[in-house]
């Protein structure tokens, strides 16, 4: 029953996915082939291909387009139906073909997207839970040869979770909370994780001998889908003004994020230069450090508020502990945020405003918030950005009574945040001539051009009367990121590294690759998260994003255009997906088993978890080859939330020779 209605449904979505179609015959270099309307624009979120009508009335056009949708909703129910069907059967493992899944990345775009690939047989699912129970942590123990979904997550990290653990600011602990859905995921007995593996790549990284490597041909011949989310890499895109190579003491927004994060190539042991910069610069300047930040999105706040906020608070966050150390003994004088556009065009979100300017003992200053008919007219038509222009306008006010009301009294020294709109940085110059050292920054003037909507900043023509220089000494651009490239001769992306993708993740990928002699086994290529959409959006915009790239993978189930795994692996030893070994591709010349060492499973992560929570002590003989006490897990320090482990060395020290 099964077999017959998963072949209806394959003929089905033949049907739909090759309407109008013949590029499926026609030779191209790119495999493997899929079918999509041409012409279309592909960023609609539906299921199903438009079935586009030239030349028809409009409005015939439409209604034939409703009802054919209504038709193909109800059939494509009743083919998800049959996908899933298999929950009716008493001994389904042997009917139900299982599809094997890599998904590259653990970020929020990777982990929702094995949460959405574990729900595409949802009813089996639930069937089989009702025999089986979940313990207390939300680990399912769900028989693996139950499920014919499986899903291996490759990270290149040691530690999980991207952006959330490394991006988002040690102060907002409630966002980090969605790590509870996604340890839940990884106890699930049909995932596995492989982190401290990196995916494709050719640069320095690549060259560690601490991290396990494999490509993503070799992950495309084991597995019925590969799905990319690995996110957009930490390259922030640069000014390109004069001296911003030459000077010590620029640096981009998520160096430093990385930094105050505890990503291990920020932390001391591997980025010694940048720590030891950072830390001279915010603690030995004469009349306290200027911190100029360049953007005025929400990754510059968060830059600002970890300068600005009090280190009693830092302490009981999951703060680096080397960053910590550091803030505890600066002495900042001002962060000063400057943005190229005016307020109208500002990405702050109002809340993250509040809780910046909501700080205590802050001298705030805002220059250049006078809007412009226009202005008005952009933030009308955007909520959030009037509200953002609100809380701003009601802070200079609050600020201007302030200074009002203290006058004649004993002014306590203030932190300045001070936010500048309608400059941009000209130019950075030495603290003092032939220094190689950043001391102040130049920006200037500029004035909007260009239709409502789509204004652009250009600089005034008049340096003499418009430019101002502010003493700088550090400088974060928070500007946008420049993509890594993932295996750029098979993966096609634009210069940013996002992917290209037919709108729903699919990928062509080159199949002319010259790094493999031999064409694809198996798998097809999709693509979620900031690696598909670029570096924009919230951690809640990778649900949608990864339910719109299973929904693709699954429409390709369906018709049939995906191997499952049995038709993949040959060999039972080199089994990535049948359950019975761990990826001993990944081991290939591994007599001594130090790859295997390398190697971090989910319950190496859940370890190390508890190591960092202070739920656990590292063994003695472990912590004999730390070097650094100041990155220890310290019992002095259990009032903060989590310390974090920072070195990737110490990390698989504590937990290399687990199973
Ligand atoms: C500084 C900063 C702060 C933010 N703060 C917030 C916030 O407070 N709230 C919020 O909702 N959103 C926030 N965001 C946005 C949010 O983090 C992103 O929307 C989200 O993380 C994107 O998910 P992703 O999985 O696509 O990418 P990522 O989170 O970057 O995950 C990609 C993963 O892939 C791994 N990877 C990369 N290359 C490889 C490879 N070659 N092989 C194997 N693995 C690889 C990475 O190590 C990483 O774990 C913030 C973003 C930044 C940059």
Not at 114 to 142: C, E, F, H, M, P
Not at 535 to 563: H, R
Not at 564 to 582: E, Y
């Amino acid at each position: 029953m099964k077999h017959r209605s998963l072949k209806n449904a394959r003929i089905f979505c033949r049907r739909l996915f090759f309407f109008g179609e013949t590029s499926s015959s026609s030779s191209s270099s790119f495999a493997p082939r899929f079918s999509r309307e041409d012409g279309r624009s592909a960023s609609t979120t539906t299921f199903f291909p438009r079935n586009d009508d030239d030349g028809r009335e409009e409005e015939e056009g439409k209604r034939r387009r409703r009802s054919s949708a209504r038709r193909a909703r109800g059939r494509h129910r009743a083919s998800r139906r049959s996908f899933s069907s298999s929950a009716d059967d008493d001994d389904a493992t042997k009917t139900t073909p299982l599809y094997s899944f890599a998904v590259v990345g653990s970020g929020p775009a990777g982990m929702y997207a094995v949460d959405k690939l574990l729900q595409l047989n949802n009813a089996r699912k639930k069937n089989t839970n009702a025999n089986a129970a979940i313990d207390g942590n939300g680990t399912s123990n769900t028989k693996k040869n139950n499920a014919d979904v499986r899903v291996d997550v490759y990270e290149k990290e040691c530690f999980p979770y991207g952006l959330v653990r490394y991006g988002v600011a040690p102060d907002h602990a409630a966002t980090k909370n969605v790590t509870n859905k996604f340890d839940a995921l990884l106890r699930d007995a049909r995932v596995r994780l492989f982190a401290n593996v990196r995916v494709g790549g050719d640069g320095e990284e690549e060259k560690r001998s601490n991290i396990l490597r494999v490509s993503t041909r070799e992950l495309l011949d084991r597995y019925s889908g590969v799905v990319l989310a690995h996110g957009a890499a930490d390259n922030d895109r640069k000014l390109r003004i004069e001296n911003e190579d030459a000077l010590r003491g620029v640096y981009g927004a998520r160096q430093f994020v990385n930094w105050f994060n505890g990503l291990p190539s920020a932390a001391p042991t591997s980025n010694k230069e940048m720590h030891e910069d950072i830390v001279n610069r915010l603690q030995n300047k004469k009349n306290g450090s200027n911190v100029v930040i360049v953007g005025v999105g929400n990754v510059a706040l968060d830059c600002a508020r970890i300068l600005l906020r009090s280190t009693e608070e830092l302490r009981e966050t999951d703060i680096a502990t080397h960053a910590l150390e550091a803030l505890e003994k600066a002495e900042v004088n001002s962060v000063t945020i400057v943005g190229r556009r005016s307020v109208a065009q500002a990405k702050f979100s109002p809340k993250e405003l509040r809780e910046v300017l909501g700080l205590p003992d802050l001298d705030v200053q805002i220059d250049d918030l006078e809007v412009t008919e226009e202005d008005i007219e952009e933030m009308n038509a955007s909520r959030p950005r009037r509200r953002a222009f609100e809380v701003l306008e009601k802070a200079k006010d609050a600020a201007a009574e302030n200074v009002i009301s203290a006058e004649g009294t004993e002014k306590k020294k203030k932190k300045i945040l001070r936010v500048i709109f309608l400059h941009s940085p000209t130019g950075l110059l030495p603290e003092e001539d032939a220094s190689s050292s950043l001391g102040f920054v130049k920006i200037r003037k500029n004035i909007l051009q260009g239709p409502s909507g789509n204004r652009k900043a250009t600089l005034s023509d008049d340096a003499a009367k418009d430019e101002t220089i502010l003493p700088c000494d550090i400088l974060i651009r928070s500007v946008g990121y420049v993509g890594d490239k993932l295996d750029p001769k098979l993966v096609p992306s634009d210069d940013n590294g996002t992917i290209s993708h037919d709108g729903l993740g699919r990928v062509q990928y080159n199949e002319e690759d010259p790094s493999s002699a031999s064409a694809t086994k198996g798998g097809r290529l999709y693509v979620c998260g900031w690696a598909k959409r670029g570096a924009s959006g919230v951690i809640a915009t990778n649900v949608q994003c990864a339910e719109e790239t299973v929904g693709a993978i699954e429409q390709d189930v369906l018709a049939g255009l995906l191997k499952p795994a049995s038709a993949i692996v040959s060999d039972s030893d080199d089994d990535a997906n049948g359950g019975k070994n761990n990826n001993n591709f990944l081991f290939q010349n591994d007599e001594n088993n130090d790859k295997k060492k390398l190697l971090v499973t989910a319950s190496k992560w859940f370890k190390l978890d508890a190591v960092e929570r202070g739920e656990e002590e590292e063994e003695e003989e472990k912590e004999e080859n730390v070097t650094n006490s100041a990155e220890k897990t310290s019992k002095s320090s259990s009032s903060k939330s989590r310390t974090k482990i920072v070195d990737r060395d110490r990390a698989l020290a504590i937990v290399g020779d687990d199973a």
